[in-house]
């Protein structure tokens, strides 16, 4: 690989590595305890406490390397493929949820219903349970509910998203031609479109609890619909927070028309949050 | 230090390195990290292997005699999950952040501070695991493979068990975006892929694998701790899910994962066999296709593990016949390294000695794995002690024994010192003894029809169990020499010259013995 001029920049001696291990220490303890209802929720609280605060200082010194100047060609291309890596990692994680999904729908709620290996099964332990989707399950766990269909908020959201998508392309454009009025004027209309998706999200969840009796206990369905679209939507709510720390650093006159490396990064998130979100609206809400 | 002069302000040497115990909390330094991981896996490798005494020791009699079944389910359980990711696992992450930057002559890896990160959550995700034994309801004892619903039996130690699995995988993942960055991007001018040296090959095709497997598992045991606290059914057939389902997410990872603790340690043999036969590796691109396709297949083939489980005649005919077909690029290797040693010069110095012994006892591990795949024949050896020697054998004089190997082989380079070659020869030898003394007869209890994990026997299985454990004390102690051997080689010896080796190939010869803690801050020219 051609070597960029000037040295790699090599950062010595990092806190903020150890104190991040400490603070996701205390996250985890305290989240087994609070699980185990002992100890509360503050230590756990506490530990994230420090995430953050190890977030926050880590990107700061980036930011200050970046900004002074440390970084070659190739710290950024380090950058940008740990970025690619990092996304890829969180698609595996999705498609876990997503193997659950189709499992249970192409095979162990049909063998449930006798279907093929499956004869015995219903015969003898599920007599009568019609293999439909929606469902939760055999012994109609979590009581009789409705799902939602895709028409609705949901394809709000949709539209919502995919013109987010758009807004930040403009917005990466105008960087790229250096009109920084365009850029902060659609990057701030993205995140605002990522919040009120949030927002959106949560009011569809309040009105699944309390009319559609919809909830996380509610047999396959509600397991795989909440932890799909509830990781997603933490991953929505993450993404709109890079991209207001992006948007406040626009506004402070970071990046160049060449260099923006925390701004792509961002934007391939988002983008991948957008197509996950797609995969959920066909397979989730849609069929 | 011949590079001191060359540092530049915002990249100054340990001058201003903070001392004592500050300074391995903040390194960023490759070669420390690249420490902390091995001494970090050789303490879990006592720690596991504690366990796994314990396990043999009661089993060498029939009846209970020193601990209570559910004490020996929490040993099997934490024995593997320990061995597994504390100690193989960080092990090769140790290794791979010694050499690789010097294998293919960049100045550290590509992201030094997660570097950093990778290795300090590991002690605090054992913390939380090893905490499990002294909980209400104990560790978990339901095997390693968390299969519910036996695994929501645990007690307290459920939450702790999965949250520091989530702990391990961050680790992981992080640690394996930082190896492919760094030899995606760090590489020396005229490194080209095909000529980079195997072990970072094998490297770069495990970090893929763990980064596509180690969410899967994430993903896995996440869905455990809902179904546990928060009332999903993914693995309650009441609510439309099935316990099944856990197995197939959890092999997902589980196959690729047996991959990731063998690609590495193909790799540490494919530097040594050259070496010590004094020829060039023949079939290097074989070597690497070779790999590739086991990275590749390993994907395909999960199901093997599950073949009792019922499931459709085609998935097992699939997942019989895609198993099968890793041996062919298996025995690809394994017919290379055989012939790079055709005629050679040869020599038997301790790391030459580990990496013969794992040619020929990973291949055992292989051939048990080929009989293992067939589906009729699995129905009677699965869940029975053939699948222990099937997997002890790929794992222990295969992963463990290629890590020792490496040890050896770069232990000069590292400390400057030659390692005492009679001791290590002696470990050597009790070693390879102790591992065969200890798993060989395991075959003949799992034909015979012992099953595995399981506290006692009926009385006919008692002599090969006495075997058994015979072997693992003689193996056990045996590596109280390691430890001895290391150190006494880390306070002094006789220097070792650059190149430690009679012309070994490979960037990390031209760096000095030890190697100094900044190299290659000018990138070399590789021809
Ligand atoms: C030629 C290559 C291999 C083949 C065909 C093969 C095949 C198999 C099969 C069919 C099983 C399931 C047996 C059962 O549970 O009934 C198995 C188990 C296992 N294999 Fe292999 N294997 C191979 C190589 C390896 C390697 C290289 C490793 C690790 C370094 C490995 C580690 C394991 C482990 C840990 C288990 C047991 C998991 C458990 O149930 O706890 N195998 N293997
Ligand atoms: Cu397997």
Same mark, same amino acid.
């Given at each position: 690989m051609a070597h960029a001029t000037g040295k790699y920049y090599v950062p010595h001696g990092s806190w903020w590595p150890i104190i991040g291990s400490v603070g996701l220490f205390a996250l985890m303890l305290g989240s087994a305890n609070a699980l185990n209802?002992?100890?509360?929720t503050w230590p756990a609280l506490l530990g994230l406490a420090i995430v953050l605060f190890m977030f926050y200082g880590w990107f700061a010194e980036v930011v200050r390397e970046s900004v002074a100047g440390y970084y070659s060609a190739q710290v950024d291309r380090s950058f940008r493929q740990g970025m690619i890596w990092f996304i890829f990692s969180e698609v595996m994680f999705f498609a876990a949820f997503f193997g659950a999904l189709f499992y249970a729908r192409a095979l162990s709620v049909p063998w449930l219903g006798g279907e093929g290996v499956g004869f015995f099964t219903n015969l003898l332990?599920?007599?009568?349970f019609e293999p439909t989707w929606p469902t939760d399950g055999p012994a109609g766990v979590g009581g009789d509910f409705t799902a939602i269909g895709p028409w609705g908020l949901p394809a709000i959201n949709t539209a919502i998203l995919l013109t987010s998508g758009v807004t930040l392309t403009i917005a990466h454009h105008a960087l790229r031609d250096n009109h920084r009025g365009i850029l902060i004027g659609f990057l701030a209309a993205t995140w605002l479109l990522g919040l009120i998706f949030v927002g959106l999200q949560a009011y569809e969840y309040v009105e699944l609890y309390q009319d559609?009796?919809?909830?996380? $206990? *509610?047999g396959i369905y509600g397991s795989t619909f909440f932890m799909l679209t509830g990781f997603h939507g933490f991953h929505v709510t993450l993404g709109a927070i890079m991209l207001i720390v992006v948007w406040l650093r626009c506004l402070r006159g970071h990046f160049t028309p060449k260099q923006h490396f925390a701004f792509e990064a961002t934007a391939w998130y988002w983008h991948f949050v957008d197509v996950v979100w797609l995969g959920l609206y066909v397979f989730v809400y849609w069929f | 230090m011949s590079d001191t002069a060359t540092h530049t302000a915002d990249h100054d %040497? =340990?001058?201003d390195t903070p001392k004592g115990i500050m300074r391995w909390l903040t390194t960023t330094n490759h070669k420390d990290i690249g420490t902390l991981y091995l001494l970090f896996a050789l303490l879990m490798f006592f720690v596991g292997g504690s366990m796994a005494l314990i396990i043999r020791l009661e089993l060498f009699?029939?009846?209970?005699?020193? /601990?209570?079944p559910e004490f020996f389910n929490q040993m099997t359980t934490m024995h593997a999950l320990i061995m597994i990711f504390g100690a193989v696992m960080p092990a090769f992450v140790g290794l791979a952040n010694w050499m690789i930057p010097l294998q293919i002559g960049a100045? %550290? +890896?590509?992201?030094p501070r997660m570097n950093n990160f990778s290795f300090w959550i590991l002690p605090f995700a054992f913390t939380l695991l090893l905490s499990t034994l002294f909980m209400p309801g104990g560790g &978990? @004892?339901?095997?390693? *493979?968390?299969?519910p619903p036996l695994v929501q039996? !645990?007690? %307290?130690a459920l939450p702790f068990v999965i949250l520091a699995i989530h702990l391990m995988g961050i680790s992981s993942i992080m640690g394996a975006i930082n190896v492919i960055v760094t030899i995606m991007n760090m590489?020396?001018?005229? +490194?080209t892929l095909l000529k980079m040296p195997l072990f970072v090959w094998t490297w770069l095709i495990t970090a893929y694998l763990l980064i596509a497997v180690m969410p899967v598992l994430a993903g896995a045991v996440t869905m455990l701790l809902t179904d546990q606290?928060?009332? !999903? !059914?993914?693995?309650h057939a009441a609510g439309g899910? $099935?316990? /099944?389902m856990f197995q197939h997410i959890f092999w997902f990872f589980g196959h690729p994962e047996v991959y990731i603790m063998i690609l590495p340690a193909f790799g540490i043999v494919s530097e040594i066999i050259p070496t010590f036969a004094r020829? &060039? #590796?023949?079939?290097y691109d074989a070597m690497v296709y070779a790999t590739a396709s086991i990275a590749f297949l390993s994907f395909i083939v999960w199901a093997h593990h599950m073949? *009792? /489980?019922?499931? &459709?005649l085609a998935g097992q005919l699939f997942f019989m016949f895609a198993t099968m077909l890793i041996a062919v690029p298996t025995g690809v290797k394994v017919f290379n390294w055989t012939a790079t040693m055709w005629r050679g010069a040869m020599t038997f110095e301790t790391p030459m000695l580990f990496a013969l012994a794992f040619l020929f006892l990973f291949t055992i591990g292989g051939f048990s794995g080929l009989m293992l795949s067939i589906v009729p024949a699995d129905y009677q050896y699965? $869940?029975?002690y053939f699948v222990v020697a099937h997997f002890h054998y790929v794992l222990v004089p295969g992963s463990v024994f290629a890590i020792m190997a490496g040890v050896y082989y770069w232990l000069p380079k590292w400390t400057g010192h030659m390692y005492d070659e009679t001791l290590g020869k002696i470990h050597f030898w009790l070693s390879v003894i102790g591992v065969n003394v200890t798993f060989f007869p395991q075959h003949f209890l799992g034909l015979a029809g012992m099953p595995r994990r399981i506290p006692d026997y009926a009385t006919q299985f008692t002599n090969f169990n006495m075997m058994s454990s015979i072997g693992a004390f003689i193996f056990g102690l045996s590596q109280l020499m390691f430890v001895y051997i290391i150190f006494k080689t880390i306070r002094g010896g006789a220097k070792a010259s @650059?190149?430690?080796?009679?012309?070994? !190939?490979? #960037?990390?010869? *031209?760096?000095?013995?030890? @190697? &100094? =803690? =900044?190299?290659?801050d000018e990138a070399p020219q590789v021809k």
């Open positions: 209802g002992s100890g509360g332990l599920w007599e009568g559609y009796n919809l909830r996380l $206990d *509610t | %040497d =340990h001058h009699q029939p009846g209970l005699q020193y /601990v209570n100045p %550290d +890896m590509a992201l &978990p @004892a339901g095997g390693w *493979t968390l299969y039996q !645990t007690g %307290d590489r020396a001018p005229g +490194m606290f928060f009332g !999903t !059914t993914f693995f899910g $099935d316990p /099944v020829k &060039p #590796l023949f079939g073949f *009792t /489980v019922g499931m &459709p699965h $869940d029975s @650059a190149e430690v080796w009679e012309s070994p !190939t490979g #960037l990390e010869w *031209t760096v000095p013995s030890p @190697a &100094p =803690h =900044h190299t290659f």
